[in-house]
């Protein structure tokens, strides 16, 4: 187990170091740093001072030497103006100047500032993720004891009315995206078309979270993955309860209630398991959509707003979150099918 965890930690930092490549190739794109420049100086530059200002903030350097500056393993670039002011990627990030660091990128803990913003990186997807962290949570809450119970109940009868019915449910709500359960939620249920229960937006939970103006936003996003996840626990349970030690059990007077639970559940867990944890990236996706249509101030809806004002410095470091979550889940993932299903190896 040691062995392939090293060996899956190894292959996570080579997928790590690939994907933060391309999405940073993308980024640092000629139109992109254009439109940086004309941002950050002046919309009327001309094309030479746009290649100025480039030079000048060390964007004109290979993209393979400024990927190793952002990783933090080159040192950052340095310039000496006209004036004779020393300036640089670390010099200009350091309190002391005179005694600025050679080497300021993500492993020294530096992710740049935003240039939308004005505040550091790290400080930003600190506070962004936090508010999307207790919305992921109160998701999984809802969103997992709900999908298993749908699951288990579709799949205990395969082929009755609860089975037709429950399955009917778990179709329509996995066709049914985010942004349009979404606005059904807010013309029916938060406003004057409907019976105003709840709040439309959710701004004001970023503060004070309340069933009232919260409980919509989780609600969207729990609806597509409770059929998801259902659907997938309806399937093996239904191949579970057919399985020769469920008839033998049957056949020995076992109670119903006791195979499914003593004798089915386990084993019928043990394919919806992987499916839930691979909920933890779709949900980076989903609430991207979801914060935005609720006016939440999140992950996701920070990164609207970086991709929308092109800010290099933020998108990066969402594109690190992204690929994080996603690894890390993918190891827990296969960790835990081992534990939960005796008869799979590592070999």
């Excluded at 993308?26 to 030479?48: C, F, H, I």
């Excluded at 393979?64 to 990783?71: A, C, H, P, Q, S």
């Excluded at 939620?185 to 503060?207: C, E, P, R, W, Y």
């Excluded at 004002?309 to 690894?327: G, K, P, Q, R």
Aim: aromatic fraction near 10%; include cysteine; charge should be positive.
């Amino acid at each position: 187990m040691l062995m392939f965890i090293l060996r899956r930690i190894l292959t996570m930092l080579l997928t790590a170091f690939c994907l933060t490549f391309i999405v940073f190739y993308l980024t640092n794109l000629p139109p992109n740093l254009e439109k940086l420049a004309k941002t950050e100086a002046s919309a009327r530059m001309t094309d030479a001072e746009v290649e100025s200002w480039i030079e000048r903030n060390g964007y004109g350097q290979p993209l393979i030497v400024r990927y190793g500056e952002w990783l933090g393993v080159a040192p950052g670039w340095t310039n000496v103006e006209a004036n004779g002011t020393l300036r640089g990627r670390c010099v200009d990030r350091a309190e002391d100047r005179e005694n600025a660091a050679r080497f300021c990128g993500l492993l020294q803990g530096d992710w740049g500032t935003s240039t939308v913003f004005r505040n550091p990186v790290s400080e930003i997807i600190a506070t962004r993720l936090g508010l999307t962290g207790i919305l992921m949570f109160w998701v999984m809450v809802l969103m997992v004891p709900s999908a298993l119970l749908i699951g288990v109940m579709a799949g205990m009868r395969e082929g009755s009315r609860l089975d037709r019915s429950l399955s009917t449910f778990s179709i329509a709500t996995t066709a049914t995206p985010e942004y349009v359960s979404g606005v059904f939620f807010i013309v029916f249920l938060a406003s004057n078309a409907g019976v105003q229960i709840f709040k439309g937006t959710a701004t004001s939970a970023m503060d004070n979270i309340t069933f009232e103006n919260f409980f919509l936003p989780v609600l969207t996003i729990a609806l597509y993955g409770i059929g998801y996840i259902a659907r997938m626990t309806r399937a093996s349970m239904t191949e579970v309860m057919t399985a020769q030690y469920i008839r033998t059990a049957r056949l020995k007077g076992v109670s119903f209630r006791n195979v499914v639970l003593k004798h089915a559940l386990r084993n019928a867990l043990i394919a919806p398991f992987t499916v839930i944890m691979l909920q933890f990236p779709w949900l980076l996706n989903g609430v991207v959509i979801v914060e935005t249509l609720f006016n939440y101030k999140g992950f996701g809806w920070t990164l609207v707003q970086a991709a929308s004002n092109n800010d290099i410095e933020l998108l990066l470091a969402c594109s690190v979150v992204a690929v994080f979550v996603v690894l890390v889940t993918q190891l827990i993932s296969d960790i835990g099918y081992v534990f939960l299903n005796p008869r799979i190896r590592i070999a």
